[in-house]
RNA sequence: GGCCCCAUGGUCAAGUGGCCUAAGACACCGCCCUUUCACGGCGGUAACCCGGGUUCGAAUCCCGGUGGGGUCACCA
Protein backbone atom coordinates (compact mmCIF):
# COMPACT_ATOMS: atom_id res chain seq x y z
CA UNK A 1 0.00 0.00 0.00
CA UNK A 2 1.27 3.02 -1.39
CA UNK A 3 0.74 6.53 0.60
CA UNK A 4 -1.30 8.97 -1.78
CA UNK A 5 0.39 11.42 -3.24
CA UNK A 6 -1.27 14.84 -3.80
CA UNK A 7 -0.99 18.40 -2.80
CA UNK A 8 -4.56 19.16 -1.65
CA UNK A 9 -5.74 19.18 1.23
CA UNK A 10 -6.82 15.98 3.26
CA UNK A 11 -8.15 15.30 6.44
CA UNK A 12 -10.47 12.54 8.50
CA UNK A 13 -12.58 12.12 11.34
CA UNK A 14 -11.44 9.13 13.02
CA UNK A 15 -13.66 8.41 15.61
CA UNK A 16 -13.50 5.29 17.78
CA UNK A 17 -16.97 3.22 17.91
CA UNK A 18 -17.68 3.39 21.82
CA UNK A 19 -20.72 5.43 22.08
CA UNK A 20 -22.93 7.03 20.01
CA UNK A 21 -21.79 10.40 18.32
CA UNK A 22 -20.50 13.18 21.29
CA UNK A 23 -21.50 16.61 20.49
CA UNK A 24 -17.39 17.02 20.75
CA UNK A 25 -16.72 14.24 18.24
CA UNK A 26 -19.67 15.67 15.95
CA UNK A 27 -17.78 19.26 16.33
CA UNK A 28 -13.90 17.53 15.24
CA UNK A 29 -16.04 15.88 12.52
CA UNK A 30 -17.50 19.15 11.34
CA UNK A 31 -14.04 21.29 11.85
CA UNK A 32 -12.37 18.58 9.42
CA UNK A 33 -15.24 18.78 7.30
CA UNK A 34 -15.17 22.57 6.83
CA UNK A 35 -11.82 22.53 6.41
CA UNK A 36 -11.51 20.24 3.20
CA UNK A 37 -14.70 21.78 1.69
CA UNK A 38 -13.23 25.57 2.33
CA UNK A 39 -9.88 24.28 0.81
CA UNK A 40 -11.34 21.91 -1.90
CA UNK A 41 -9.84 18.88 -0.36
CA UNK A 42 -10.81 15.27 0.64
CA UNK A 43 -12.37 14.08 4.04
CA UNK A 44 -12.39 10.80 5.09
CA UNK A 45 -13.97 8.42 8.06
CA UNK A 46 -11.95 5.94 9.45
CA UNK A 47 -13.11 3.80 12.15
CA UNK A 48 -10.74 3.32 15.08
CA UNK A 49 -11.81 -0.14 16.69
CA UNK A 50 -8.79 -1.23 18.30
CA UNK A 51 -10.42 -1.59 21.73
CA UNK A 52 -12.05 -4.39 21.19
CA UNK A 53 -13.56 -4.80 24.35
CA UNK A 54 -15.91 -1.19 23.90
CA UNK A 55 -16.00 -1.20 20.47
CA UNK A 56 -19.66 -2.05 18.80
CA UNK A 57 -20.78 -1.85 15.04
CA UNK A 58 -24.02 -0.59 16.86
CA UNK A 59 -21.85 2.60 17.75
CA UNK A 60 -20.46 2.67 14.46
CA UNK A 61 -23.58 3.04 13.04
CA UNK A 62 -25.02 5.03 15.10
CA UNK A 63 -21.88 7.50 14.53
CA UNK A 64 -22.33 7.18 10.66
CA UNK A 65 -26.11 8.33 10.58
CA UNK A 66 -25.61 10.99 13.13
CA UNK A 67 -22.72 12.43 10.66
CA UNK A 68 -24.99 11.74 7.58
CA UNK A 69 -28.07 13.43 9.57
CA UNK A 70 -25.41 16.46 10.20
CA UNK A 71 -25.53 17.26 6.31
CA UNK A 72 -21.86 15.71 6.24
CA UNK A 73 -20.59 13.98 3.76
CA UNK A 74 -17.22 12.21 3.10
CA UNK A 75 -14.76 11.19 -0.25
CA UNK A 76 -13.71 7.90 1.24
CA UNK A 77 -14.00 5.97 4.40
CA UNK A 78 -16.03 4.06 5.85
CA UNK A 79 -19.55 3.17 4.68
CA UNK A 80 -18.41 4.63 0.75
CA UNK A 81 -14.94 2.60 0.29
CA UNK A 82 -12.34 4.62 -1.35
CA UNK A 83 -8.33 3.92 -2.90
CA UNK A 84 -7.08 3.75 1.23
CA UNK A 85 -8.99 1.69 2.19
CA UNK A 86 -9.95 -1.19 4.35
CA UNK A 87 -11.11 1.85 6.40
CA UNK A 88 -11.97 0.17 9.87
CA UNK A 89 -8.58 -0.40 12.10
CA UNK A 90 -9.27 -4.30 12.69
CA UNK A 91 -8.95 -4.73 9.05
CA UNK A 92 -5.95 -3.42 8.27
CA UNK A 93 -4.14 -5.63 11.02
CA UNK A 94 -1.45 -7.03 8.30
CA UNK A 95 -0.24 -3.42 7.85
CA UNK A 96 0.52 -2.33 11.40
CA UNK A 97 2.06 -5.70 12.08
CA UNK A 98 4.76 -5.30 8.89
CA UNK A 99 6.10 -1.57 10.40
CA UNK A 100 5.63 -2.69 14.14
CA UNK A 101 8.29 -5.68 12.80
CA UNK A 102 10.59 -3.57 11.08
CA UNK A 103 10.61 -0.96 14.00
CA UNK A 104 11.93 -4.56 16.19
CA UNK A 105 13.94 -5.33 12.88
CA UNK A 106 16.19 -2.01 13.26
CA UNK A 107 15.90 -1.60 17.05
CA UNK A 108 14.08 0.95 17.38
CA UNK A 109 11.01 -1.08 19.46
CA UNK A 110 11.85 -4.63 21.42
CA UNK A 111 9.37 -6.78 23.15
CA UNK A 112 8.20 -6.27 26.62
CA UNK A 113 7.12 -8.65 29.45
CA UNK A 114 6.15 -6.90 32.34
CA UNK A 115 2.71 -7.86 33.94
CA UNK A 116 -0.13 -5.39 34.23
CA UNK A 117 -0.01 -6.14 37.85
CA UNK A 118 3.82 -4.97 37.75
CA UNK A 119 3.11 -1.85 35.51
CA UNK A 120 0.10 -0.82 37.57
CA UNK A 121 1.98 -1.09 40.88
CA UNK A 122 4.81 1.36 38.79
CA UNK A 123 2.57 3.55 38.13
CA UNK A 124 0.94 4.19 41.66
CA UNK A 125 4.20 4.82 43.21
CA UNK A 126 5.49 7.38 40.40
CA UNK A 127 2.23 9.10 40.91
CA UNK A 128 2.66 9.06 44.35
CA UNK A 129 6.22 10.26 44.30
CA UNK A 130 4.55 13.12 41.90
CA UNK A 131 6.73 12.12 38.87
CA UNK A 132 5.45 11.82 34.94
CA UNK A 133 3.91 8.50 35.07
CA UNK A 134 6.19 6.25 32.68
CA UNK A 135 7.41 3.24 31.96
CA UNK A 136 11.16 2.82 33.71
CA UNK A 137 12.41 0.56 30.33
CA UNK A 138 12.79 -2.52 32.24
CA UNK A 139 12.78 -4.75 28.92
CA UNK A 140 14.77 -2.14 26.74
CA UNK A 141 17.67 -4.61 26.63
CA UNK A 142 16.41 -7.95 27.06
CA UNK A 143 18.62 -10.97 25.18
CA UNK A 144 16.78 -13.16 22.67
CA UNK A 145 17.98 -15.29 25.44
CA UNK A 146 15.74 -13.84 27.77
CA UNK A 147 12.92 -13.50 25.90
CA UNK A 148 12.85 -17.26 25.08
CA UNK A 149 13.15 -17.84 28.73
CA UNK A 150 9.82 -15.29 29.71
CA UNK A 151 7.95 -16.66 26.80
CA UNK A 152 8.40 -19.96 28.18
CA UNK A 153 7.07 -18.58 31.15
CA UNK A 154 3.89 -18.42 28.75
CA UNK A 155 4.39 -14.51 29.32
CA UNK A 156 2.58 -12.76 26.40
CA UNK A 157 4.62 -9.69 25.25
CA UNK A 158 3.78 -6.38 24.19
CA UNK A 159 6.08 -3.96 21.49
CA UNK A 160 6.99 -1.04 22.90
CA UNK A 161 8.79 2.18 20.86
CA UNK A 162 12.23 2.93 22.69
CA UNK A 163 12.22 6.56 23.04
CA UNK A 164 15.64 8.78 22.75
CA UNK A 165 16.81 9.80 26.10
CA UNK A 166 17.73 13.67 25.33
CA UNK A 167 15.36 15.08 22.70
CA UNK A 168 12.73 17.55 22.05
CA UNK A 169 9.90 17.10 20.17
CA UNK A 170 8.36 20.02 18.22
CA UNK A 171 4.35 19.49 17.41
CA UNK A 172 4.13 22.63 15.14
CA UNK A 173 0.02 23.14 15.77
CA UNK A 174 -2.10 25.30 13.67
CA UNK A 175 -4.05 26.73 16.46
CA UNK A 176 -1.82 26.56 19.01
CA UNK A 177 1.53 27.81 17.50
CA UNK A 178 4.51 25.21 18.18
CA UNK A 179 4.68 23.33 21.86
CA UNK A 180 7.96 21.54 22.64
CA UNK A 181 7.85 18.14 24.83
CA UNK A 182 10.88 16.68 26.23
CA UNK A 183 11.39 13.23 25.26
CA UNK A 184 12.70 12.56 29.43
CA UNK A 185 9.35 12.94 30.21
CA UNK A 186 8.29 10.02 27.72
CA UNK A 187 8.55 6.51 28.64
CA UNK A 188 8.91 3.97 26.07
CA UNK A 189 4.97 3.74 25.43
CA UNK A 190 3.37 -0.01 24.06
CA UNK A 191 2.66 -0.04 19.93
CA UNK A 192 1.06 -3.39 19.84
CA UNK A 193 -0.54 -4.68 22.72
CA UNK A 194 0.08 -8.32 24.06
CA UNK A 195 -2.74 -9.52 21.91
CA UNK A 196 -0.75 -8.26 18.78
CA UNK A 197 -3.64 -5.28 18.16
CA UNK A 198 -2.22 -2.02 17.52
CA UNK A 199 -2.29 0.76 20.00
CA UNK A 200 -4.20 4.12 19.18
CA UNK A 201 -0.98 6.08 18.84
CA UNK A 202 0.38 3.47 16.31
CA UNK A 203 -2.63 2.78 14.02
CA UNK A 204 -2.94 6.16 13.93
CA UNK A 205 -0.04 7.21 12.63
CA UNK A 206 0.41 4.38 9.83
CA UNK A 207 -3.13 5.38 8.54
CA UNK A 208 -2.77 8.86 8.54
CA UNK A 209 0.60 7.81 6.86
CA UNK A 210 -0.94 5.65 4.51
CA UNK A 211 -4.61 7.54 4.08
CA UNK A 212 -2.26 10.59 2.83
CA UNK A 213 -3.77 12.63 5.57
CA UNK A 214 -2.25 16.38 5.52
CA UNK A 215 -3.63 17.56 8.65
CA UNK A 216 -4.72 16.25 11.80
CA UNK A 217 -7.27 18.23 13.16
CA UNK A 218 -8.70 17.28 16.50
CA UNK A 219 -9.57 17.51 20.32
CA UNK A 220 -7.14 18.91 22.39
CA UNK A 221 -6.95 15.93 24.38
CA UNK A 222 -5.00 14.44 21.85
CA UNK A 223 -2.04 17.11 22.46
CA UNK A 224 -0.33 15.28 24.81
CA UNK A 225 0.01 11.98 22.60
CA UNK A 226 1.48 14.32 19.88
CA UNK A 227 5.01 13.77 20.75
CA UNK A 228 4.67 10.33 20.84
CA UNK A 229 3.16 10.19 16.96
CA UNK A 230 5.50 12.66 15.76
CA UNK A 231 8.15 10.26 17.08
CA UNK A 232 6.99 7.47 15.19
CA UNK A 233 6.37 9.49 11.96
CA UNK A 234 10.46 10.29 12.46
CA UNK A 235 10.87 6.73 13.25
CA UNK A 236 9.46 5.18 10.13
CA UNK A 237 11.10 8.04 7.85
CA UNK A 238 7.46 9.74 7.23
CA UNK A 239 6.17 13.11 6.78
CA UNK A 240 4.66 14.78 9.74
CA UNK A 241 1.78 16.02 8.76
CA UNK A 242 0.51 19.55 10.05
CA UNK A 243 -2.18 18.91 13.74
CA UNK A 244 -4.52 21.27 14.83
CA UNK A 245 -5.41 20.68 18.10
CA UNK A 246 -9.08 21.88 19.18
CA UNK A 247 -9.60 23.26 22.23
CA UNK A 248 -12.54 21.07 24.51
CA UNK A 249 -15.97 21.80 24.76
CA UNK A 250 -16.77 21.85 28.21
CA UNK A 251 -20.16 21.67 30.37
CA UNK A 252 -21.62 24.41 32.77
CA UNK A 253 -19.63 23.77 35.24
CA UNK A 254 -15.96 24.05 33.44
CA UNK A 255 -15.15 20.59 33.39
CA UNK A 256 -15.09 18.47 30.08
CA UNK A 257 -18.55 17.44 28.61
CA UNK A 258 -19.77 14.41 29.83
CA UNK A 259 -22.91 12.77 30.58
CA UNK A 260 -23.86 14.12 33.59
CA UNK A 261 -23.77 17.61 32.06
CA UNK A 262 -26.75 16.51 29.88
CA UNK A 263 -27.79 15.19 26.65
CA UNK A 264 -24.11 14.63 24.96
CA UNK A 265 -24.31 12.99 21.88
CA UNK A 266 -25.87 14.13 18.75
CA UNK A 267 -28.65 11.51 18.38
CA UNK A 268 -30.64 12.76 21.93
CA UNK A 269 -30.43 16.42 20.45
CA UNK A 270 -31.96 14.71 17.45
CA UNK A 271 -34.71 12.82 19.52
CA UNK A 272 -35.74 15.92 20.63
CA UNK A 273 -36.12 17.47 18.21
CA UNK A 274 -33.37 19.62 17.22
CA UNK A 275 -32.52 20.24 13.45
CA UNK A 276 -29.26 19.45 11.91
CA UNK A 277 -28.63 23.18 10.87
CA UNK A 278 -28.97 24.42 14.24
CA UNK A 279 -26.73 21.78 15.74
CA UNK A 280 -24.23 22.39 13.17
CA UNK A 281 -24.61 26.27 13.32
CA UNK A 282 -24.01 26.02 16.75
CA UNK A 283 -21.49 23.54 17.03
CA UNK A 284 -19.32 25.55 14.25
CA UNK A 285 -19.76 28.77 16.89
CA UNK A 286 -18.48 26.78 19.37
CA UNK A 287 -14.61 27.20 19.09
CA UNK A 288 -14.72 28.99 15.72
CA UNK A 289 -15.97 32.27 14.38
CA UNK A 290 -16.61 34.03 11.35
CA UNK A 291 -15.45 37.42 12.18
CA UNK A 292 -18.37 39.12 11.23
CA UNK A 293 -21.48 39.62 13.13
CA UNK A 294 -23.17 37.01 11.59
CA UNK A 295 -24.51 34.24 13.88
CA UNK A 296 -27.02 32.25 11.64
CA UNK A 297 -24.71 30.55 8.74
CA UNK A 298 -25.70 28.04 6.92
CA UNK A 299 -23.44 25.02 6.06
CA UNK A 300 -22.92 26.44 2.37
CA UNK A 301 -21.92 29.62 4.40
CA UNK A 302 -19.54 28.13 6.93
CA UNK A 303 -17.64 26.02 4.17
CA UNK A 304 -16.94 29.06 2.67
CA UNK A 305 -15.74 30.90 5.51
CA UNK A 306 -14.32 28.41 7.86
CA UNK A 307 -10.54 28.84 8.76
CA UNK A 308 -8.06 27.60 10.70
CA UNK A 309 -6.77 30.85 11.44
CA UNK A 310 -10.12 31.74 12.98
CA UNK A 311 -10.35 28.79 15.43
CA UNK A 312 -9.85 29.99 19.45
CA UNK A 313 -7.65 28.56 21.73
CA UNK A 314 -9.78 28.55 24.64
CA UNK A 315 -12.37 26.20 25.82
CA UNK A 316 -15.52 26.46 25.10
CA UNK A 317 -18.61 26.11 27.45
CA UNK A 318 -22.01 24.35 25.59
CA UNK A 319 -24.40 26.79 26.19
CA UNK A 320 -27.72 25.00 26.01
CA UNK A 321 -29.72 28.05 26.13
CA UNK A 322 -28.01 29.32 22.93
CA UNK A 323 -28.43 26.23 20.72
CA UNK A 324 -32.45 26.50 22.04
CA UNK A 325 -32.51 30.31 20.52
CA UNK A 326 -30.69 28.94 17.65
CA UNK A 327 -32.96 25.77 17.27
CA UNK A 328 -36.12 28.19 17.50
CA UNK A 329 -35.02 30.62 15.01
CA UNK A 330 -34.27 27.69 12.47
CA UNK A 331 -37.67 26.52 13.31
CA UNK A 332 -39.60 29.41 12.58
CA UNK A 333 -37.81 30.32 9.59
CA UNK A 334 -38.50 27.09 8.01
CA UNK A 335 -41.53 26.18 6.17
CA UNK A 336 -44.72 25.78 7.68
CA UNK A 337 -45.03 21.96 5.99
CA UNK A 338 -41.04 20.89 7.26
CA UNK A 339 -42.20 22.25 10.73
CA UNK A 340 -45.70 19.84 10.54
CA UNK A 341 -43.80 17.05 9.04
CA UNK A 342 -41.27 16.80 12.01
CA UNK A 343 -43.99 17.51 14.64
CA UNK A 344 -46.11 14.55 13.62
CA UNK A 345 -44.01 12.08 15.43
CA UNK A 346 -44.33 14.00 18.78
CA UNK A 347 -47.85 14.65 18.29
CA UNK A 348 -48.52 10.80 17.58
CA UNK A 349 -46.30 9.56 20.69
CA UNK A 350 -49.01 11.96 22.81
CA UNK A 351 -51.36 9.99 21.34
CA UNK A 352 -53.26 13.20 19.96
CA UNK A 353 -52.76 11.66 16.14
CA UNK A 354 -53.16 8.42 14.74
CA UNK A 355 -50.90 5.86 13.86
CA UNK A 356 -51.89 6.99 10.15
CA UNK A 357 -52.69 10.23 9.96
CA UNK A 358 -55.61 11.06 6.91
CA UNK A 359 -55.61 14.28 5.11
CA UNK A 360 -57.54 16.06 7.77
CA UNK A 361 -55.43 14.95 10.19
CA UNK A 362 -52.32 16.76 8.38
CA UNK A 363 -54.35 19.36 7.70
CA UNK A 364 -54.87 19.68 11.64
CA UNK A 365 -51.48 19.01 12.59
CA UNK A 366 -50.55 21.79 9.95
CA UNK A 367 -52.44 24.25 12.08
CA UNK A 368 -51.43 22.96 15.47
CA UNK A 369 -47.98 23.65 13.85
CA UNK A 370 -48.89 27.10 12.41
CA UNK A 371 -50.31 27.78 16.26
CA UNK A 372 -47.26 26.65 18.94
CA UNK A 373 -44.17 27.20 15.83
CA UNK A 374 -43.70 30.64 17.59
CA UNK A 375 -43.50 28.97 21.26
CA UNK A 376 -40.84 26.65 20.74
CA UNK A 377 -36.95 25.86 20.78
CA UNK A 378 -37.24 22.65 19.98
CA UNK A 379 -39.77 19.83 18.51
CA UNK A 380 -40.28 17.81 21.88
CA UNK A 381 -42.20 20.62 23.32
CA UNK A 382 -44.95 20.71 20.73
CA UNK A 383 -46.04 17.57 23.14
CA UNK A 384 -46.80 20.03 25.77
CA UNK A 385 -47.73 23.17 23.76
CA UNK A 386 -50.38 20.94 21.81
CA UNK A 387 -51.85 19.84 24.83
CA UNK A 388 -54.46 22.66 25.03
CA UNK A 389 -55.26 21.25 21.65
CA UNK A 390 -56.26 17.86 23.21
CA UNK A 391 -56.73 18.21 26.57
CA UNK A 392 -59.83 19.66 27.81
CA UNK A 393 -58.87 22.24 30.46
CA UNK A 394 -60.42 22.44 33.98
CA UNK A 395 -60.24 26.24 35.52
CA UNK A 396 -58.71 25.34 38.67
CA UNK A 397 -56.12 28.45 38.36
CA UNK A 398 -57.87 30.90 40.57
CA UNK A 399 -57.15 33.47 37.94
CA UNK A 400 -58.51 32.13 35.57
CA UNK A 401 -61.50 31.55 37.58
CA UNK A 402 -61.17 35.50 38.15
CA UNK A 403 -61.96 36.21 34.61
CA UNK A 404 -64.82 33.52 33.87
CA UNK A 405 -66.34 35.43 36.85
CA UNK A 406 -66.35 38.77 35.10
CA UNK A 407 -70.20 40.08 34.37
CA UNK A 408 -69.96 40.15 30.49
CA UNK A 409 -68.57 36.84 30.05
CA UNK A 410 -71.95 34.45 29.80
CA UNK A 411 -73.27 37.12 27.37
CA UNK A 412 -70.01 37.22 25.30
CA UNK A 413 -69.99 33.12 25.07
CA UNK A 414 -73.46 33.71 23.83
CA UNK A 415 -72.56 35.80 20.95
CA UNK A 416 -69.40 33.35 20.24
CA UNK A 417 -72.16 30.19 20.25
CA UNK A 418 -74.68 31.70 18.15
CA UNK A 419 -72.48 32.85 15.64
CA UNK A 420 -70.68 29.35 15.44
CA UNK A 421 -73.98 27.70 15.73
CA UNK A 422 -74.70 29.74 12.36
CA UNK A 423 -71.35 27.92 10.61
CA UNK A 424 -70.10 25.05 9.30
CA UNK A 425 -68.55 22.68 11.71
CA UNK A 426 -65.10 23.27 10.13
CA UNK A 427 -64.04 26.23 10.43
CA UNK A 428 -61.08 27.74 8.87
CA UNK A 429 -58.69 30.42 10.02
CA UNK A 430 -59.60 33.51 7.90
CA UNK A 431 -63.55 32.88 9.59
CA UNK A 432 -62.26 32.26 12.61
CA UNK A 433 -60.34 35.89 12.73
CA UNK A 434 -63.36 37.46 11.06
CA UNK A 435 -65.25 36.40 13.64
CA UNK A 436 -63.25 36.96 16.48
CA UNK A 437 -62.53 40.80 15.50
CA UNK A 438 -65.95 41.50 15.06
CA UNK A 439 -66.90 40.57 18.54
CA UNK A 440 -65.73 43.40 20.82
CA UNK A 441 -67.69 46.05 18.24
CA UNK A 442 -70.84 43.70 18.28
CA UNK A 443 -70.67 43.14 21.96
CA UNK A 444 -69.98 46.54 22.61
CA UNK A 445 -66.82 45.62 24.69
CA UNK A 446 -63.15 46.32 24.93
CA UNK A 447 -60.69 43.19 23.32
CA UNK A 448 -59.75 42.72 26.55
CA UNK A 449 -63.12 41.78 28.05
CA UNK A 450 -63.92 39.30 25.38
CA UNK A 451 -60.87 37.98 24.49
CA UNK A 452 -59.43 36.94 27.82
CA UNK A 453 -62.69 35.25 28.89
CA UNK A 454 -62.56 33.23 25.68
CA UNK A 455 -59.00 32.66 26.27
CA UNK A 456 -59.43 31.07 29.40
CA UNK A 457 -62.54 29.32 28.83
CA UNK A 458 -60.77 27.37 25.88
CA UNK A 459 -57.62 26.94 27.35
CA UNK A 460 -57.97 27.51 30.89
CA UNK A 461 -54.91 29.70 30.78
CA UNK A 462 -54.02 33.24 30.38
CA UNK A 463 -51.57 32.98 27.83
CA UNK A 464 -51.28 30.50 24.98
CA UNK A 465 -51.57 30.25 20.68
CA UNK A 466 -53.65 33.34 19.10
CA UNK A 467 -57.27 32.30 19.01
CA UNK A 468 -57.67 32.71 15.61
CA UNK A 469 -55.32 29.44 15.47
CA UNK A 470 -57.13 27.80 18.45
CA UNK A 471 -60.59 27.89 16.63
CA UNK A 472 -59.95 25.69 13.67
CA UNK A 473 -58.32 23.08 15.23
CA UNK A 474 -60.85 22.98 18.30
CA UNK A 475 -63.75 23.12 15.88
CA UNK A 476 -67.06 24.42 16.74
CA UNK A 477 -68.50 21.41 18.67
CA UNK A 478 -65.49 21.22 20.90
CA UNK A 479 -65.41 24.97 21.32
CA UNK A 480 -69.15 25.17 22.41
CA UNK A 481 -68.43 22.35 25.17
CA UNK A 482 -65.48 24.32 26.49
CA UNK A 483 -67.50 27.41 26.50
CA UNK A 484 -70.55 25.69 28.59
CA UNK A 485 -68.03 23.89 30.38
CA UNK A 486 -66.49 27.02 31.84
CA UNK A 487 -69.38 28.58 32.76
CA UNK A 488 -70.42 25.59 34.50
CA UNK A 489 -66.93 25.89 36.34
CA UNK A 490 -67.19 29.20 37.25
CA UNK A 491 -70.42 29.33 38.73
CA UNK A 492 -69.67 26.58 40.97
C1' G B 1 1.82 16.01 41.73
C1' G B 2 4.83 15.97 36.62
C1' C B 3 4.03 17.52 31.63
C1' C B 4 1.00 20.43 28.27
C1' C B 5 -2.80 24.02 26.90
C1' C B 6 -5.77 28.25 27.99
C1' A B 7 -7.25 33.27 30.31
C1' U B 8 -12.10 39.90 27.14
C1' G B 9 -19.18 40.56 30.39
C1' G B 10 -23.00 34.79 33.41
C1' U B 11 -22.06 32.13 28.24
C1' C B 12 -20.17 32.15 22.93
C1' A B 13 -17.02 35.65 21.14
C1' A B 14 -14.74 40.40 17.84
C1' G B 15 -10.22 42.61 18.82
C1' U B 16 -3.31 40.62 15.99
C1' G B 17 0.32 48.02 19.75
C1' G B 18 -2.76 53.69 18.80
C1' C B 19 -9.33 53.40 15.15
C1' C B 20 -11.18 50.51 22.40
C1' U B 21 -14.56 56.09 26.76
C1' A B 22 -13.75 47.30 23.99
C1' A B 23 -18.17 44.90 18.61
C1' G B 24 -21.97 41.34 17.95
C1' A B 25 -24.96 37.13 19.78
C1' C B 26 -27.40 34.16 23.88
C1' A B 27 -29.26 35.02 28.74
C1' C B 28 -31.13 39.01 31.90
C1' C B 29 -33.87 43.88 32.58
C1' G B 30 -37.00 47.91 30.53
C1' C B 31 -40.06 50.03 26.67
C1' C B 32 -42.97 49.29 22.16
C1' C B 33 -46.21 46.02 19.18
C1' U B 34 -50.39 42.89 21.00
C1' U B 35 -56.76 40.20 23.79
C1' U B 36 -52.42 36.87 26.64
C1' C B 37 -47.88 34.44 26.17
C1' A B 38 -44.52 34.01 22.42
C1' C B 39 -42.45 36.27 17.98
C1' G B 40 -40.65 40.92 16.33
C1' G B 41 -38.67 46.08 17.10
C1' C B 42 -36.00 49.57 20.24
C1' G B 43 -32.99 50.48 24.48
C1' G B 44 -30.21 49.02 28.94
C1' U B 45 -27.07 46.37 32.87
C1' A B 46 -22.57 43.66 32.37
C1' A B 47 -15.78 42.16 30.66
C1' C B 48 -9.84 43.07 29.15
C1' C B 49 -7.57 37.59 36.16
C1' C B 50 -3.35 39.92 39.16
C1' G B 51 1.72 41.90 39.38
C1' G B 52 5.93 43.36 36.95
C1' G B 53 8.33 44.76 32.53
C1' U B 54 8.96 46.46 26.91
C1' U B 55 6.98 50.90 24.45
C1' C B 56 5.66 57.75 23.39
C1' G B 57 1.41 54.32 23.77
C1' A B 58 -0.79 47.61 25.71
C1' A B 59 -6.88 43.93 26.03
C1' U B 60 -3.12 43.23 22.32
C1' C B 61 4.26 41.79 23.13
C1' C B 62 7.61 39.49 27.32
C1' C B 63 8.20 37.43 32.37
C1' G B 64 6.12 35.80 36.98
C1' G B 65 1.90 34.64 39.88
C1' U B 66 -3.08 33.05 40.23
C1' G B 67 -7.10 30.53 38.18
C1' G B 68 -9.30 26.97 34.88
C1' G B 69 -8.74 22.79 31.73
C1' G B 70 -6.37 18.51 29.52
C1' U B 71 -3.16 14.42 30.05
C1' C B 72 -0.22 10.93 32.50
C1' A B 73 -3.66 2.89 30.34
C1' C B 74 -1.89 -3.49 26.97
C1' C B 75 -8.77 3.48 25.96
C1' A B 76 -9.03 6.20 22.00
Not at 109 to 118: G, H, I, L, N, T
Not at 310 to 337: C, M, Q, T
Request: glycine share 8%; hydrophobic share 40%.
Amino acid sequence: MEPILSGEVKVRFAPSPTGPLHIGGARSALFNWLFARRYGGKFVVRIEDTDLERSSRESEENIVSSLRWLGLDWDEGIDVGGPGGPYRQTERLDLYKRYAEQLLANGMAYRCYCSEDELAAQRESQLAAGDMVRYTGKCRDLTPEDCARLEGEGRKPVIRFRVPADKLITVRDKVRGDVNFDCAGIGDFIIVKSDGIPTYNFAVVVDDHFMGITHVMRAEEHLSNTPLQVLLYEALGWPVPAFAHVSLILGKDRSKMSKRHGATSIEQYRELGYLPEALVNFLALLGWSPGTEDEVLTLEQLQEQFSLERVSKSPAVFDLEKLNWLNGYYIRHSSLERITELAVPFLQKAGYLPENPDKTMWEKARLIAAAIRERIEYMDQVTEQARVFFVDPGYEDPQARDILAQEQVPEVFRALQDKLAALPAVLDEETARGLLKKLPKELGLGGKKVYQPLRVALTGKTSGPELHHLLPVLGSQRVITRLQNALAAAGA
